[in-house]
């Protein structure tokens, strides 16, 4: 069976058929979405057999996904997904909200929610048969694909700006990827990283160009279903779904997850889809609140590295998410953005800013009489907090020093 009939263009809507290997619109340069033959899913599959197969990762939605199995069992490439979802009744308590639920994502075998997209996108490399996969990265998606290439012997190359936290280039290096750190921002990178794909005829993972990392992105939609909407009883109100927003394809990938259960009839009503972004980079809720389809770059200045972005690469598709889902979008403060660290910290989830920005957003949200204390409620954490220990030190006082006696310790105690 063919995993998909093709390609579908964002703006001008013509289809592509699935032969051909695109990245974006021949006709517009706009970004392409993937069509999923759901009609021949409906016909051979029920919800039971997705939710009754015993694979523990995003490859448990195989056939709702437009690429054969990659293989690589035994690796991180196939144990990519299936995060944890946590319920913390101190968070609960401190929001007041009957039902909150934290997604986890910093437990991917790279650290982030980009490990989703970076699987299909090999696993497709692989299909095609590409012998050096490219992306730009801000850090994480270029992790996730230098790790996952590393896991089954694909060759990367990785484009990230020399400003990336340290963590994360360690991360690149030690994956054994090809990494090049740019002297500019991670749009300077995208750019030359689109570029040298096209000269050397590399496989390029770029988020918001390549059509197949929303399919990835998609799979966290998939688990929210299954380990949200099917198992815990929220029908009584549509889910709320936080997401932090940089070049906006997370979210927009979740919607396209949430859309192919719809289509299928497994979802009876879209969660509505909360898009949160630092006010330093806020170029798509920006255009959000001023009623415009036209999403004009900002210089983009945040702590949250990970979603810093000038101009957003699938900014038209967050946007469409967010109105198409009867959600909002939200713009933290990096102090937010800092306190939402420690509190997710002090319930035992370490997340980097990016991640915690979606946790700012909700407690801004609830400020703002947008969330109510009986709206069911997700939080996802994009990141782990050890991919950036810089940020997270700004988050909180220094431990104090002391001498190694009691006496100092007493004294310290007392104070
Ligand atoms: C990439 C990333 C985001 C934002 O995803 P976009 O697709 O750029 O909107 C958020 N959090 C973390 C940790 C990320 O790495
Ligand atoms: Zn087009």
New binding site residues.
């Given amino acids: 069976m063919n995993k998909f009939l093709g390609y579908r ?6 289809e592509y058929p699935f032969t051909q290997n695109l990245y974006t ?6 970004n392409l979405e993937i069509i999923i033959d759901t009609a021949t899913i409906r016909r051979k599959y029920e919800i039971s057999d997705i939710v009754s197969r015993n694979e523990e990762s995003l490859w448990r939605y195989l056939p709702l996904l437009p690429v054969k199995d990659p293989g690589g069992e035994g690796t991180p490439l196939h144990m990519t997904g299936w995060t944890p979802l946590y319920s913390p009744p101190a968070l609960r308590q401190a929001l007041g909200l009957k039902s909150l639920w934290i997604k986890d994502e910093g437990r991917n075998p790279t650290g982030s929610f980009k490990d989703r997209a970076s699987a299909i996108v090999i696993a497709r490399g692989i299909e095609i048969k590409a012998e050096v996969l490219v992306t730009a990265s801000t850090g994480n998606a270029g992790a996730a694909l230098a790790g996952l290439s590393a896991a089954v012997a694909q060759k990367a190359v990785i484009f990230a700006p020399k400003t990336a936290p340290p963590a994360k280039i360690a991360q690149l290096l030690i994956y054994g990827s090809q990494v090049i750190l740019v002297n500019g921002n991670y749009d300077s990178a995208f750019d030359l990283s689109v570029e040298a794909a096209n000269q050397f005829g590399w496989y390029s993972r770029n988020t918001g160009y390549n059509p197949f990392t929303a399919e990835g992105k998609k799979t966290a939609a998939f688990e929210i279903w299954e380990q949200v909407i099917l198992k815990e009883n929220t029908s009584h109100k549509p889910l709320i779904v936080f997401v932090s927003v940089g070049d906006g394809n997370i979210i927009s990938g979740i919607h396209k997850g949430f859309q192919d259960l719809l289509a299928l009839g497994w979802l009876e009503q879209m969660p509505r889809l909360f898009g949160v972004q630092a006010e330093g980079s806020s170029a798509i809720a920006n255009a959000y609140f001023n009623h415009s389809d036209v999403i004009v770059p900002v210089k983009a200045d945040t702590i949250a590295d990970s979603i810093s972005v000038d101009l957003p690469r699938d900014g038209d598709r967050a946007l469409h998410a967010v109105i198409d889902s009867k959600g909002t979008f939200l713009k933290v403060s990096d102090q937010m953005i800092l306190d939402a660290i420690v509190s997710l910290g002090n319930a035992g989830i370490f997340s980097e800013p990016a991640g915690a920005a979606a946790y700012a957003g909700l407690t801004q949200a609830i400020e703002q009489g947008k969330v109510n204390a009986d709206d069911p409620v997700v939080v996802i954490n994009t990141g782990n907090g050890l991919k950036d220990v810089r940020a997270a030190m700004k988050a909180v006082a220094p431990a104090p020093v002391i001498e190694p006696t009691m006496l100092s310790l007493r004294e310290l105690l007392n104070k």
């Fill in positions: 263009c964002l703006k001008c809507k013509t619109c021949p006709k517009d340069g706009s």
